[in-house]
T-cell receptor, first 111, second 112 residues
Framework: TQLLEQSPQFLSIQEGENLTVYCNSSSVFSSLQWYRQEPGEGPVLLVTVVTGGEVKKLKRLTFQFGDARKDSSLHITAAQPGDTGLYLCAGAEGGTYKYIFGTGTRLKVLA | NAGVTQTPKFQVLKTGQSMTLQCAQDMNHEYMSWYRQDPGMGLRLIHY???????DQGEVPNGYNVSRSTTEDFPLRLLSAAPSQTSVYFC???????????FGPGTRLTVT
């Protein structure tokens, strides 16, 4: 069974600080996705990365897929209270749409 | 577009009762999935379907049944509810190509 480990599990920072969330596995994924989930709602897709070494930017969020496609990171620059939420990574098993989810990173940004 | 809809939003069952969680999508996606989300465990795949008439098991299928008679609908049935099935259930529809998943709002189920 493929596993995805996310770190840290919890993160509480002040507005304006930078942070990085990690998603690691010993398995290779054909693609990796990042989601943000707010209380009482379903996850919302932020980005999909498919190529080893790929870097994608979404405003203040930067996503990177590891060269070996086993890990990924999410970097937030100058965090804002609106970034508060649960961040989830999900890896697709070998060419399928079957996704394994990480356990999540709960981020709180204080004003 | 409504995207992915789920009903009910909340449900309380007694041990041994059965029920069906409804899921529908209007994006004409072939691939749909059911997940459960428990504290500290992320989302775990229960069952998935690659198209009408085709379903398969995910990571935690025991105690759940699915069927897919149309592209739009993918109901999840609990045959005999158990307290261990207390969870939040999410249905997702996956677009072609890069496999972007669109989630419904979830059903919060409590089994007493």
């Amino acid at each position: 069974t493929q596993l995805l480990e996310q770190s840290p599990q919890f993160l509480s920072i002040q507005e304006g600080e930078n942070l990085t969330v990690y998603c690691n596995s010993s398995s290779v994924f054909s693609s990796l996705q990042w989601y943000r989930q707010e209380p009482g709602e379903g996850p919302v897709l932020l980005v999909t990365v498919v190529t080893g070494g790929e870097v994608k930017k979404l405003k203040r969020l930067t996503f990177q897929f590891g060269d070996a496609r086993k890990d990924s990171s999410l970097h937030i620059t100058a965090a804002q209270p609106g970034d508060t939420g649960l961040y989830l990574c999900a890896g697709a098993e070998g060419g399928t749409y079957k996704y394994i989810f990480g356990t999540g990173t709960r981020l709180k940004v204080l004003a | 577009n409504a995207g992915v809809t789920q009903t009910p939003k909340f449900q309380v069952l007694k041990t041994g009762q059965s029920m069906t969680l409804q899921c529908a999508q209007d994006m004409n996606h072939e691939y749909m999935s059911w997940y459960r989300q428990d504290p500290g465990m992320g989302l775990r795949l229960i069952h998935y379907s690659v198209g009408a008439g085709i379903t398969d098991q995910g990571e935690v299928p025991n105690g759940y049944n699915v069927s897919r008679s149309t592209t739009e609908d993918f109901p999840l049935r609990l045959l005999s509810a158990a307290p261990s099935q207390t969870s939040v259930y999410f249905c997702a529809s996956t677009g072609p190509g890069r496999g972007e998943q669109y989630f419904g709002p979830g059903t919060r189920l409590t089994v007493t």
